[in-house]
């Protein structure tokens, strides 16, 4: 039958703390970066997105930082809650595409309450 | 409705039949991209159109698979003679412009399972 287990690298945090979720991208030609929710049984929600030429860009609760020399994109959320528990994926643009977005594995998160 | 719309939600099918996927992607938008999400894994890009051009589908896992969007808004995503391998969530997504991908808005996917 189909293995329900999704080898993820998991994050469990308690609602309030603030969260720190990571990712290494694979192409040091990448200009574009995107960070989405998923959550279960829905597509992918637009979180926020960072610019190459940038290395930090806040949004609501949420900050993306971009640390080019070593590849590493993360996502901070303050204070979080049990609203957040997802799968979170970042994504990358290489320079060459104008529009095709590359997805890591993916991260998740689970708030307690 | 306001977002990208897919049916069928669930597909289930057996090894050798032909399955057609629809998206309804939001109105107006140029943009539309399918992408295959196996469990547990990102999604990856199958191929891209800008309204009824299809400028990318490198990314199609074989000749099996086929999409089209006649007149630049819903759009199918064919599969002749599934297999297993198959099984996966379709997502559709689209955006307005022409350019970077800025703000991707996905539909919920239609889940194929193929027995």
């Known amino acids: 039958g189909e293995s329900v287990g999704l080898h993820l690298p998991t994050l469990s945090v308690q609602e309030g703390d603030n969260s720190i979720i990571n990712c290494a991208y694979s192409?040091?030609?990448?200009?574009?970066f995107i960070w989405y929710k998923q959550e279960s049984g829905k597509g992918p929600q637009f979180i926020i997105d960072i610019r190459s030429n940038m290395d930090k860009r806040q949004g609501q609760r949420v900050t993306v930082l971009l640390n080019k020399t070593v590849k590493h994109l993360s996502l901070q959320i303050a204070a979080t809650q049990p609203g957040d528990s997802a799968v979170y994926f970042c994504a990358e643009r290489y320079g060459g595409s104008n529009y095709k977005l590359t997805f890591g594995k993916g991260t998740l998160l689970t708030v307690n309450p | 409705g306001a977002g990208v719309s897919q049916s069928p939600r669930y597909k289930v099918a057996k090894r050798g039949q032909d399955v057609a996927l629809r998206c309804d992607p939001i109105s107006g938008h140029v943009s539309l991209f399918w992408y295959q999400q196996a469990l547990g894994q990102g999604p990856e890009f199958l191929t891209y159109?800008?309204?009824?051009?299809?400028?990318?589908k490198s990314g199609l896992p074989s000749d099996r698979f086929f999409a089209e969007r006649p007149e630049g808004s819903v759009s199918t995503l064919k599969i002749q003679r599934t297999q297993q391998e198959d099984s996966a969530v379709y997502l559709c997504a689209s955006s307005l412009g022409q350019g970077p991908p800025g703000e991707l808005f996905f539909g919920e996917g239609s889940r194929l399972t193929v027995l």
């Open positions: 159109f800008q309204n009824e051009a299809q400028l990318d």
């Open positions: 192409n040091s030609a990448s200009d574009y």
